[in-house]
């Protein structure tokens, strides 16, 4: 049995020897007030922040090859940033992709032979944990509102060009003919209502309005319990899903204890939610009315109602907000495929042969489809990859336990190549690194041709 609190005590002690700011018993269900000044705690918070970035670098640097190397030519859908090329997971020495597929589960968990970016990826600080936004955002934000979204005590971990375009476009599937109706710029309160007057109904506006107003959190609020300078007026939900799409904020699940154990959770795109029955990694809310108000009542993501209610729970009313909050989020569309049929099948006179060879893998030997069907590419169920199979459990990274992740919702492919990182967690950097993974965990022995076949099929979706 592992033992999460020992292991997480003692590798805080090597952070900062005898003193830590966040006191957070690492096997509680419920998380305490804090014990010492705000003041206190933030000075210790800043102090430990160097060697926390650092840490966490160091395992990135590990795990992956972060460069900035972007395939030709292929751009995300707004046309400003480039997708990424390359499987960036780290291959131990002497190993190559070929040879690791061809190996089984138990010789890859015997010879400590997975590569590390395939499990489980640490939260930047995972005794503390909450939400991390990207610079990007913190500057739109603290530009045009005046609210600090930086946090003291730990930064965004991932280089900018491995995160989504920003920011990203915006597709209404009640105005297919406008294309992007964002004029390039990231919603906020101070300007989305020139951005989208006479554009969508009075319902949805007042929805987008609630969807931009800023609510008190756990890390972002007016209490001595926060981890930002000044008290804050709190944190929206556009602030993560920027333009109702992602900007790679993190955060962990709500849905764990103890806090070692919980995974990190990358911020999903609310494109094409209209088709989607199931919503969250592991929680599997029926609606996308249940997830907006369940966020709302339990500090985002910390699944915990009680300190919720400790620094200001908005307690969002089910008929005249919820409803128009997830109207709103229903009308946001995928972007547009160009070479895909109305059933999501490829045309063939618009797709490259390299295209079509990768979709009939796709569907046939690469068994994508049986998960990922079309048009939406997803099945509206959770799925246990068991890939535990491949790895020890239980060995502690920057104080997170790897554990199981159990069974996890089919994300859409929809729109794939404009959301990196991949996995719920985030630790994926590539399409490429996902084709990878799925020849492992799937067992699919796919040779180069195929797998890049497939990779090109994925950018067309
Ligand atoms: C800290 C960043 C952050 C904030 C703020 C945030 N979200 Fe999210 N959102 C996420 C993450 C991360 C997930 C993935 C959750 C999971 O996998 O369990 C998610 C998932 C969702 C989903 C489910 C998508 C699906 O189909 O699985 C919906 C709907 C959603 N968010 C709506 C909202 C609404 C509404 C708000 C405001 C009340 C909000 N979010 C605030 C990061 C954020
Ligand atoms: C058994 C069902 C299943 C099969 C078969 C399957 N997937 Fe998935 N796929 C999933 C699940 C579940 C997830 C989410 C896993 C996670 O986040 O830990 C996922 C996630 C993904 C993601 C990342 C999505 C995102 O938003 O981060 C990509 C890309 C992907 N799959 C591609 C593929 C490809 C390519 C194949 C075929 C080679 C494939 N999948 C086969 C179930 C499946």
Not at 21 to 26: E, F, K, R
Not at 393 to 410: R, Y
Not at 431 to 442: H, S
Request: hydrophobic residues 35%; charged residues 25%.
């Amino acid at each position: 049995m592992f033992k999460p609190k020992a292991l997480l005590l003692c590798s805080i002690a090597v952070l900062a020897p005898g003193a830590q700011a966040d006191p957070l018993p690492p096997d509680a269900t419920y998380r305490p007030p804090p014990t010492q000044p705000f003041s206190e705690v933030k000075r210790m918070d800043e102090q430990q922040k160097a060697a926390v970035m650092q840490r966490q670098a160091a395992l990135l640097g590990e795990r992956y090859d972060l460069a900035d190397r972007p395939l030709p030519g292929v751009m995300m859908s707004g046309g400003r940033k480039p997708v990424q090329g390359g499987a960036r997971v780290k291959l131990a020495a002497g190993m190559s992709w070929d040879r690791l597929a061809s190996l089984g589960p138990e010789e890859i968990r015997e010879r400590d032979l997975l590569p590390q970016g395939f499990r489980p990826l640490p939260h930047v600080k995972q005794a503390t944990g909450g939400q991390v936004f990207p610079q990007r955002q913190i500057d739109v934000i603290a530009s045009l509102e005046q609210r600090d979204l930086r946090r003291f005590d730990v930064d965004m971990d991932l280089p900018d060009h491995l995160t989504p375009e920003f920011p990203p476009p915006i597709f209404l599937t009640t105005h297919p003919e406008l294309g992007d109706v964002s004029r390039g710029q990231a919603l906020t309160l101070r300007n989305f209502y020139e951005i989208m007057n006479g554009i969508i109904t009075p319902v949805q506006m007042e929805g987008l309005r609630l969807l931009l107003t800023p609510f008190p959190q756990e890390e972002f609020n007016q209490t001595e319990d926060r981890k930002v300078a000044a008290p804050s007026m709190g944190v929206a939900c556009l602030d993560c899903h920027t333009n109702f799409h992602t900007n790679a904020a993190f955060h962990l699940t709500p849905d764990v204890r103890p806090q070692s154990a919980r995974f990190r959770l990358d911020t999903n795109s609310l494109r094409g939610l209209f088709n989607q029955q199931i919503h969250g990694s592991k929680r599997s809310l029926r609606s996308v009315e249940d997830f907006t108000e369940f966020e709302q009542r339990t500090a985002y993501f910390n699944g915990d109602h009680v300190s919720a209610t400790r620094k200001g729970v908005h307690l969002p009313d089910r008929p005249n907000q919820v409803a128009m909050m997830a109207q709103m989020q229903n009308i946001i569309d995928f972007p547009p495929a160009p070479k895909l049929d109305v059933t999501g099948r490829l045309i063939p006179e618009k797709a490259s042969a390299q295209e079509l060879a990768g979709e009939r893998i796709f569907n046939g030997k690469g068994r994508c489809a049986e998960c990922h069907a079309a048009p939406d590419f997803l099945d509206n169920r959770m799925h246990d990859l068991k890939l535990e199979r491949f790895y020890k459990v239980g060995k502690t990274v920057n104080d997170q336990v790897a554990l199981p992740d159990g069974p996890i919702k089919t994300f859409t492919l929809r729109g794939i190549k404009d959301s990196p990182p991949y996995l719920h967690d985030g630790r994926l950097p590539t399409l490429a690194d996902t084709v990878e993974f799925f020849n492992l965990v799937l067992g699919l022995k796919l040779s180069q041709e195929e797998k890049d076949a497939l990779h090109a099929y994925l950018l067309t979706l």
